[in-house]
């Protein structure tokens, strides 16, 4: 959805740095979520948010952290990056948890 | 642990066959979506099932939700080349984190 954009699309970057990766939403959604997407595994959860003073820790936080700036804006960092966290991350909106979940268009990160 | 398993990992069908993808949870689930992710795009949500057996059909495709809310099927009747992707289950244990099936990829061939 163009409502849920994602910075960058394409990174690459060396282990040991650090990296933002930036979420924004027009949807007027409370709920964000940040997963990664591996061949073969699907889609993991890696933090989520129910609203500004409220982030939770998903299936694969460590190594992540995560802000949310304001309603709109969830970041997703990697304080040093390895090469095992090379992935294509996708960050997601939703009203509710009942509700459809809407995604970016993603990032595509490569750790060398 | 809560996981949610889905099978085939890849399906390969002539245009015209039918098509079904499964999940299953050792738990019950609270709901359950599905999600269709086209080569290079995004996914995109297609159905949400709640109720207990219940059963919901999108033209072609019908969603079943099992009697004990452990297990959900996609079913695509007469598959066309537009139907190539990968088919995802999400279920949640209470509503608000959402474990993603691993996924099965569709190939279509003309």
């Known amino acids: 959805d163009a409502d849920v954009t994602q910075t960058p699309r394409n990174r690459i970057t060396k282990t040991g740095k650090r990296i933002m990766l930036e979420c924004s939403q027009t949807?007027?959604?409370?709920?964000m979520y940040w997963y990664r997407q591996d061949p073969g595994l699907g889609l993991r959860l890696i933090y989520y948010?129910?609203?500004?003073?409220?982030?939770n820790k998903g299936e694969i936080s460590d190594g992540y952290s995560v802000s949310r700036q304001a309603q709109a804006k969830f970041s997703l960092s990697l304080e040093s990056a390895i090469p095992n966290q090379t992935a294509l991350y996708f960050c997601?909106?939703?009203?509710?948890?009942?509700?459809?979940?809407?995604f970016g268009d993603g990032t595509r990160l490569s750790i060398l | 642990g809560q996981q949610v398993m889905q099978i085939p990992q890849y399906q390969h069908v002539q245009e015209g066959e039918d098509f079904t993808t499964y999940c299953n949870s050792s738990?019950?689930?609270?709901?359950i979506q599905w999600y269709k992710q086209r080569p290079g795009g995004h996914p995109v949500f297609l159905i949400q099932?709640?109720?207990?057996?219940e059963v919901k059909k999108q033209k072609r495709l019908t969603f079943q939700f099992g009697e004990a809310k452990k297990n959900s099927s996609l079913h695509i009747t007469a598959t066309q080349t537009t139907d190539v992707g990968t088919y995802f289950c999400?279920?949640?244990?209470?509503?608000?984190?959402?474990?993603f099936g691993s996924g099965t990829k569709l190939n279509v061939k003309p």
């Open positions: 997601a909106t939703s009203i509710g948890g009942n509700q459809p979940q809407h």
């Open positions: 949807k007027g959604h409370d709920r």
């Open positions: 948010s129910f609203d500004v003073k409220d982030i």
């Open positions: 738990t019950t689930l609270s709901n």
């Open positions: 099932l709640v109720k207990s057996g």
């Open positions: 999400a279920g949640a244990y209470n509503f608000n984190k959402f474990y």
